[in-house]
Structures are given as structure tokens and as C-alpha cells.
């Protein structure tokens, strides 16, 4: 991983801590999930924000997360559209905090009513 989804995804971590009381080490695409527990969430995003809403949902109800650490290794060819720009790191870090934004705020209006 490069140095700015390092440092995006403690900052992601530490707020998901703060808001839910739960650690993520990483904010990575890799998910295994019950497809019952999948549709309970009402999952919305369908782009890079998808990861942290999940996350965010997912502790939110409650359920039981487990972090299993796997290895990484360098791409083997290609650029990523992500992490290989300043424009797709912009862009995709947009989105995930809108996503965390929007998450974070059905939280509290949730919670006012």
C-alpha cells in the first residue's frame, strides 16, 4: 500500500472508533458477510465509498467483526485508477468521505427522533 491509503485508512479507523467504539486496522474492499446480515445493512454506495458504509453499518447493528490479516505483495502490472493518480486518490477520497459523512449523519438523525 502507498502512503496515502495508509495514513486514509487510520484516519477512517480512528473516526469509526470514536463514532462506534470498534478497531479496523484497514478500510479494505475485502469483506466476507451472511447474505441475511448483507441485506439487513440497506447498503446505498456502489462505488469507493462501499467499503465504509459497510464497515459503518455493520457496527452500527452490531454485528461481530472479525479483522484477518492476509499479505499484500506490489501490483504485478498495470496502474491502479486509485492510488496510481493524485486525480483517482482525490476522487476516490471524496467519495469515501461523503459516504462516511452521510453514514455518520442517518446515525444521528436516526438516533434524534
Known amino acids: ?3 496515502q491509503q495508509i495514513v486514509a485508512g487510520r484516519i ?13 486496522t484497514d478500510m479494505c474492499p475485502f469483506r466476507a458477510i451472511r ?14 465509498g462501499w467499503n465504509v458504509e459497510m464497515q459503518m453499518k455493520a457496527a452500527r447493528v452490531g ?8 499479505n499484500h505483495r506490489r501490483r504485478a502490472g498495470g496502474e491502479s485508477k486509485v492510488s496510481g493518480t493524485l486525480r483517482g ?3 476516490a477520497g471524496a467519495r469515501i468521505i461523503a459516504t ?3 453514514i455518520a ?6 438516533s434524534g427522533s
Not at 12 to 24: D, K, T, W
Open 35 to 48: 447474505r441475511d446480515a448483507l441485506e439487513k445493512l440497506g447498503m446505498r454506495e456502489q462505488t469507493y
Open 100 to 102: 462516511l459523512l452521510r
Open 63 to 70: 454485528l461481530r467483526i472479525l479483522e484477518i490479516p492476509v
Open 105 to 110: 449523519a442517518e446515525k444521528k438523525a436516526n
Open 12 to 24: 477512517a479507523g480512528r473516526i469509526l472508533r470514536l463514532l462506534y467504539g470498534v478497531r479496523y
Open 89 to 91: 486518490t482525490f476522487l
Open 1 to 3: 500500500m502507498n502512503f
